[in-house]
């Protein structure tokens, strides 16, 4: 079998909420950096209702994680709990380790040696919560209130850049990003395998979607600050 790249397809992995969305996050808040020390990306969910393919995917996704340290993918440990500063509604919470795939994406098309990524804990408990009402994918018609935010912190020596994305409905902002990739993707790409941020223009693409930006805490009234993942 030919590579992607030798037989002309694109191929675009992770192309949802987790993935996309905080490559394409880190991407714009990197900037014109041509590299950085550490990328740090944190997720809050103001609550999970899962179908069944996310509690799917939790009980046969059993490998460690693994975060980027010193440009290598190293196993996290899950019983790291830190603390994040978050914009409104969510304020401080417990940040736990999580990992997914844009530490992979990330490292392919950024310089930076250290990548880092965690949600707030009140996400996991719900979703390991029986008792928690399920969702039932394409038959639930009205839209879920579960506000969402993605922090990201890039670092290069003394500075810090910040961004971040907030909306409402996971699975809802899911959709949007498939299409508007797709689209994209028909206009016409490289080959080869990309992530979101290599493949597309990040802050054109996320003007495109039902989430509200915010550059280095300018879009609220005081910026968020953040506690090392480390």
Known sequence: MRAPATAGVTALPAMGFFGALADLLATLTMGDWPDAD??????????????????????????????????????NDPSRVTAWDFPPPFGRAELVPLSLGETVLLSQHLKVPEIRAGINSRSLEDLADPDLPRRTAGQDRTPVQQAFVIDVAVTRGTSTRRGSVHGNDIYGVTAPIVVEATVRLLAGLPSGVLAAGAAFDPAAFLDSLPVHLTRDGASHPTEPSRRSLS
């Open 38 to 75: 550490s990328i740090e990306i944190a997720t809050a969910l103001e609550g999970w209702r899962p179908t069944a393919g996310t509690l799917m995917t939790g009980t046969r996704n059993v490998e460690p994680h693994r975060e980027l340290r010193a440009g290598r993918l190293t196993p």
